[in-house]
Each structure stands twice: as structure tokens, then as C-alpha cells.
């Protein structure tokens, strides 16, 4: 039998084709045509590679205007490609929870396997289909166009006029460095959100840096929870003092609510060292939520 089955996997591949003709073969039409376009076709047959190879459909769920900027700089395009390919051979088996691939475009792809719903991401993308065999290498097929990070978590923020705010705490609680780490899921709350919470409390919550930073901790789980991963009363631990929990609400249409009150505006903001989600209200862990020192009765 092991015989049999080893001689089948050598026939599968010697009857494969070149990485090309498998994504031919699956129907992937416009990556196939941007792939032309950014004259990367020559060099995916120049090697052995593993291409995360976005659907038409996921293709189609850009902006028109990202697409038409693509198509007019060659460069960019030829980048962001780059960044769906890794050298070798890279099966479903390959696979573990937070491991990192460079790309040809130099930076790094995640993966993350949720094991709730048997749903496998590279950075928050579903892989919707595995191990298509090539001749040079390997295809997966993604739902989503992946789009390389900006930078890390502190950089996304910063670079986020609308969580100013958010920065400013951060900064003012110390907790740059702490952001910094790998594999983490922030949940950010825009200025509004801090306003929210009115000029007494945040009075309070300036002269008490200790709570400041209890609150902003509350935000960060240290592991990484992209929008295919999360489900339906889901309760996960944060990275506060007492590893207080959040509580996630998913709905049938996908939209995600973080302790009730919260709702995920933007989600799935991919950063170097994980994830950016961003809400519309500051998380308060329980115990805090009727305290004096927020100036609450």
C-alpha cells in the first residue's frame, strides 16, 4: 500500500503543470492577468515557489481605485504580488499557528489556525483551498487580496489621525515597547470613543497612570484573532494585570461587538507583529466599571 500511494504522488506530479497552468486550471484569471501584467509570469516558472493565489472574487472585492492604481504602476503591483509568493514548497502540513514566511517582496506573512472552525488564515485571509500541486511548487487559494503592512501596531496607530488619542495614552502610559511585541490583537479606540467616556473620567484616568494603563492593557489580547477566526460569545484574555477577559459577539452578517457595547468599525488591519481592529467605544474590565476612581456611581 505505502508503495502504491508513493508511486500515485509521483505520477500526480509528473502529470502536474507549472504553476501557471495549475492557476490556470483553477480559474484564476486575474491573478494570472496581473501576473502577466507585472512580468512576473517568466520568473514564477524559474523556481520552486508556493503562491497564496487570491480568487477572482477576492480580487473583485478591492476598490476600483486600488485597482486602478494598480494597473498603473507596475511596481506596486509587481510588489503586492510578491507578497502572495514564498520560495519552496509549503503544504497545508507546514502550517502551524503564528508561523512567519517572507515573501519575494521581503516582508512576512502570517499564519493562524483557528481550531473552533477549522479555518486556516495568512494574514486573516481564508485559505479556502489547499495544496494544489505544481510542478515548481505549491498553490493555496485565498478569499482575500493581502495587502503588506504598513509597519507594526505603534505605526499603524500613529499613523491614524482618528486614534490620536489612543497614541497619546499609549505614550503616556509607557506602553510603546509593550505594543511591540509579536503576535498581538489590538483593539483600538478611535478619539470619539475616548470622548465618550467624558472629561471627568478622563481626568481621572490622566492623573492615575496605573489605571490608564490597566485600561489601555484591557485592549491588547497577545495572541493574534484576525475576523475569520472569531466566533459567537467568544471569551478571550487580555493582557491586563489580571488577564481580564473580553467578550466577542458575532453576527450572522459577520459584523463583530466586543463586550456588548463596542462595535469592530474597521476590522482586520494587518501590522508587522499582527492585528489591528478598530471600536467604536474604550473597553472598562468589569471591576472598574462602577469605581470612584472613574468617577462612576
Do not use: C
Not at 486556516?120 to 503588506?148: Q, R
Not at 491614524?160 to 510603546?176: P, Y
Request: charged share 15%; aromatic share 6%; proline share 3%.
Amino acid at each position: 500500500m505505502i508503495a502504491f500511494l508513493t508511486l500515485a504522488v509521483i505520477v500526480q506530479s509528473a502529470f502536474a503543470g507549472n504553476l501557471v497552468e495549475v492557476l490556470q486550471n483553477d480559474g484564476e484569471t486575474t491573478l494570472i492577468a496581473l501576473v502577466q501584467q507585472a512580468g512576473l509570469a517568466d520568473a514564477l516558472l524559474g523556481g520552486e515557489f508556493t503562491i497564496f493565489a487570491p480568487t477572482n472574487a477576492a480580487f473583485a472585492k478591492l476598490p476600483q481605485a486600488t485597482l486602478d492604481s494598480l494597473s498603473k504602476d507596475t511596481t506596486a503591483l509587481a510588489n503586492i504580488l510578491k507578497y502572495h509568493v514564498v520560495k519552496g514548497s509549503i503544504h497545508k502540513a507546514d502550517a502551524s499557528n503564528e508561523l512567519q514566511l517572507e515573501t519575494l517582496a521581503g516582508t512576512k506573512i502570517r499564519f493562524n489556525i483557528y481550531s473552533h472552525n477549522h479555518v486556516v488564515t495568512v494574514e486573516g485571509s481564508k485559505i479556502t483551498h489547499f495544496d494544489l500541486t505544481a510542478s515548481n511548487g505549491m498553490v493555496h487559494v485565498i478569499d482575500t487580496v493581502m495587502m503588506p503592512p504598513e509597519g507594526s501596531i505603534v505605526d499603524l496607530v500613529a499613523g491614524n489621525s482618528d486614534l490620536s488619542t489612543l497614541l497619546s495614552k499609549v505614550q503616556s502610559a509607557g506602553l510603546a515597547g509593550a505594543l511591540q511585541g509579536d503576535g498581538l490583537t489590538v483593539f483600538a479606540p478611535t478619539n470619539a470613543a475616548f470622548a465618550r467616556l467624558g472629561s471627568h473620567v478622563l481626568d481621572n484616568l490622566r492623573r492615575n497612570p496605573t489605571l490608564l494603563k490597566e485600561i489601555l492593557e484591557y485592549h491588547v489580547v497577545p495572541h493574534t484573532e484576525y475576523s475569520a477566526g472569531l466566533y459567537n460569545r467568544e471569551y478571550v484574555r487580555t493582557l491586563d494585570t489580571h488577564h481580564d477577559v473580553i467578550r466577542l459577539g458575532v453576527s450572522s452578517s459577520g459584523s463583530v461587538t466586543v463586550n456588548r457595547n463596542a462595535h469592530v468599525t474597521k476590522a482586520d488591519i494587518s501590522a508587522t507583529n499582527g492585528v489591528v481592529h478598530i471600536i467604536d467605544h474604550v473597553l472598562i474590565p468589569a471591576r472598574y466599571l462602577f469605581s470612584a476612581i472613574l468617577g462612576r456611581r
